[in-house]
């Protein structure tokens, strides 16, 4: 029987959190930008108190001491993982030598130039562009009419025009459309305000839209709270003059799936390109091909979206690109819309991630990097997996509600070096555990299964492997990106004991399990 070496590299680099505060639509006035920079981590040894072996597992380096071991001979029925772990703030040129009677094997990354393609997204440029906008201190005791005093409540048949921005952002490019308020219904919960559903006028109300939009506002019904019981709540009335309503608007000419904006929480004068809908809204598009689940699903994520920004700016803050976008993908998850049941474009993000996770850089800056599907199916298994197993209840109030952001924000939040989370959400993968009793799975989402959406099947088979291909005796190269992972499988042990070497600034975990 083959005796199977698998191995994972992750290479971290070098990590700046914001972006100039003279950079896109800077504020006309009020509030500083924070940058929250992160400098570089020296390297750091991960200790064995800080992991516990994964149940069905054992291991006589969890993680490693020191670059050099021996890994003792393996029996037939036996597999053998290695996991590699860079936790310092500065790529590394990982070059791990395995030697064993008759067969000598190394694995190398390519030397290559670890920087990122920018990537020029629309949501990457949204994100970007929250960084420059006015911070702002709400004072409750402020009057909203006074400084908006043309706020309104919207009611059904209500006409209304609406700049939609569209494009490059830079480009300050908007377009108008006139929508109709379809639907108003009161805020779940109890909580002042309604919720208005507006459709562009150019879109056909027919039964099918009407049903359409029906079903938006029942799933409204549990999005709302459950957003703001996982993640906090939104801007409240009196923020920049801003009413308790919240408003979606439904149209055709949507970038994407839809978006938060977060120039629509401030007045034009406060803006330097003066483009706003002064309201709390974000944008649904609206087609042919769009159902109502993959509607509420962004509802959902952008929803989150905006509590963040609020969160995050009230205190002076910006969140890191890569972990708003993982919270998103969490709060998708939370209110129902799972890739393991009706999720099947999450799910097809998270197949793209696993095929190629030795290229997707956890936290690209700007995010997502040059790859965006992989990258949004990696944050928000990385999201529902620090929210299931470090959440309370589920809830990440306290991560957003603390004084940092980012790597910072996670080990304030779970009290652990951001290392050790990192090396424990990359081991889940591998091991899977879906069944919700270890730090080493995500509950309820097996990484090896079909999931059957309609007509369309997806199928998980887990992190891609590469393979010695029988070859022991030749030196194979891996790229890997920063804050990555690559799986690496070699065959054809002869039983002797195995010689490992890795660079002195890798931590190395041994895993193996007995197979039946």
């Avoid at 406060?270 to 649904?284: A, D, E």
């Avoid at 969140?319 to 099947?344: I, P, Q, R």
């Amino acid at each position: 029987m083959l005796h199977v070496f698998g191995l994972f590299i992750f290479l971290p680099f070098l990590f700046f959190l914001g972006c100039s505060g003279g950079s896109g639509s800077g504020s006309t006035g009020g509030g500083t930008n924070v940058l929250n920079p992160v400098a570089p981590d020296p390297f750091s040894p991960l200790s064995s108190d800080k992991f516990a072996v994964p149940t069905g597992f054992s291991s006589t380096a969890f993680p490693a001491s020191g670059n050099k071991f021996t890994i003792s001979s393996l029996n037939s029925n036996e597999s053998l993982v290695l996991s590699l772990v860079n936790n310092s703030g500065n790529a590394v040129s990982a070059d791990l030598s395995l030697s064993q009677q008759a067969f000598a094997a190394s694995i190398t990354d390519e030397k290559t130039d670890y920087s990122e393609s920018p990537s020029a997204g629309f949501h990457t440029s949204l994100r970007k562009l929250e960084k420059t906008m006015p911070s702002f201190v709400f004072n409750p005791s402020e009057d909203k009419s006074t400084k908006n005093p043309s706020v309104k409540m919207s009611k059904e048949g209500d006409v209304e025009s609406f700049k939609i921005i569209v494009g490059s952002l830079s480009d300050g490019n908007y377009r108008t459309v006139r929508a109709v308020c379809r639907k108003v219904s009161p805020l779940p919960g109890g909580v002042s305000g309604n919720l208005n559903l507006f459709l562009d006028e150019n879109v056909s109300y027919n039964s099918k839209v009407e049903k359409y939009i029906t079903d938006l506002q029942s799933y409204w019904q549990v999005i709302y709270p459950t957003i703001r019981g996982v993640f906090g709540e939104e801007p409240p009335a009196g923020y920049n003059g801003l009413d308790s309503d919240i408003t979606i608007l439904l149209s055709s000419v949507i970038e994407e799936a839809g978006f938060f904006y977060s120039g629509d929480l401030y007045s034009s004068a406060q803006l330097q390109s003066g483009i706003t809908n002064q309201r709390k809204m974000f944008y649904v598009n609206v087609d042919s091909k769009t159902g109502s689940v993959t509607a509420a699903s962004t509802m959902a994520h952008e929803f989150q979206h905006m509590v963040n920004f609020y969160q995050r700016h009230s205190r002076n803050l910006t969140e890191a690109d890569w972990l708003n976008e993982a919270m998103s993908g969490y709060a998708e998850h939370v209110c129902g819309f799972k890739m393991t049941e009706n999720n099947g474009s999450k799910a097809e993000q998270v197949r793209l991630y696993l095929s190629k996770t030795y290229s997707i850089n956890l936290m690209a800056d700007p995010w997502p990097g040059s790859d965006p599907y992989p990258s949004y199916g990696q944050v928000y298994l990385f999201g529902t997996w620090l929210g299931s197993r470090f959440g309370e209840n589920g809830s990440l109030k306290k991560l957003l509600a603390g004084s940092t952001t980012g790597k910072a924000a996670i080990e304030s939040f779970t009290g652990q070096q951001f290392g050790v989370i990192f090396a424990k959400f990359v081991l889940a993968l591998y091991v899977n555990d879906y069944s919700g009793y270890s730090d080493y799975g995500i509950p309820g989402i097996n990484l090896v299964n079909s999931y059957q959406f309609n007509s369309a099947t997806i199928t998980l088979n887990g992190p891609y492997m590469f393979s010695n291909s029988g070859d022991l005796n030749k030196t194979h190269s891996v790229y890997v990106a920063p804050w990555s992972a690559a799986y690496y499988q070699i065959s054809g042990s002869n039983g002797s004991d195995i010689s490992v070497t890795v660079p002195g600034d890798i931590s190395l975990f041994e895993l193996r399990k007995l197979f039946n």
